[in-house]
C-alpha cells in the first residue's frame, strides 16, 4: 500500500529572543519543534530551479508536498522533514523559500 504523505515537516520556533551576556558575547535563544503535519519530501534531483519569494531564481535542495489546508510556513523559517513523528530520524533540513497554497494540496521548498 502506498502511503501519500509518509513523512513529518517540522518548523523549528525559537523561544526567546537573542542576548548578550556581561562580556559582550551573544547568547542564543533556546529553540523548540513543531510538527506542521505530514508531508511527502522529494530531493531536487535535476537542478531545478524556482522564483523564490524575493524575485531571484534560486535551486531548491527539496520539493516538500502537504496536505491542502496545513498551516502556511513563513518564508525564512527554519523546517526539516523526518521519517517518523518524533522528529528523530531527519531527511532533509534547511529553510522555507516559498510556500505555496494550491487546490488538492500546498507546497514548499526547501
Not at 534531483?45 to 502556511?72: C, E, K, W, Y
Not at 513523528?85 to 497554497?101: E, N, Q, Y
Request: aromatic share 8%; with cysteine; hydrophobic share 40%.
Amino acid at each position: 500500500m502506498v502511503t501519500q504523505y509518509p513523512h513529518y515537516l517540522f518548523v523549528v520556533n525559537p523561544t526567546g529572543a537573542a542576548t548578550q551576556d556581561e562580556n559582550g558575547e551573544w547568547i542564543t535563544p533556546a529553540t523548540e519543534k513543531v510538527l506542521v503535519g505530514a508531508c511527502r519530501e522529494e530531493t531536487n534531483g535535476r537542478g531545478s530551479q524556482i522564483n523564490a519569494a524575493d524575485g531571484t531564481f534560486v535551486t531548491f535542495q527539496s520539493l516538500i508536498q502537504l496536505p491542502v489546508g496545513t498551516t502556511p510556513v513563513a518564508v525564512g523559517s527554519k523546517v526539516f522533514v523526518t521519517n517518523d513523528a518524533a522528529g528523530l530520524d531527519v531527511r532533509v533540513s534547511g529553510v522555507c523559500m516559498k510556500f505555496d497554497v494550491g487546490q488538492l494540496h500546498c507546497r514548499l521548498w526547501v
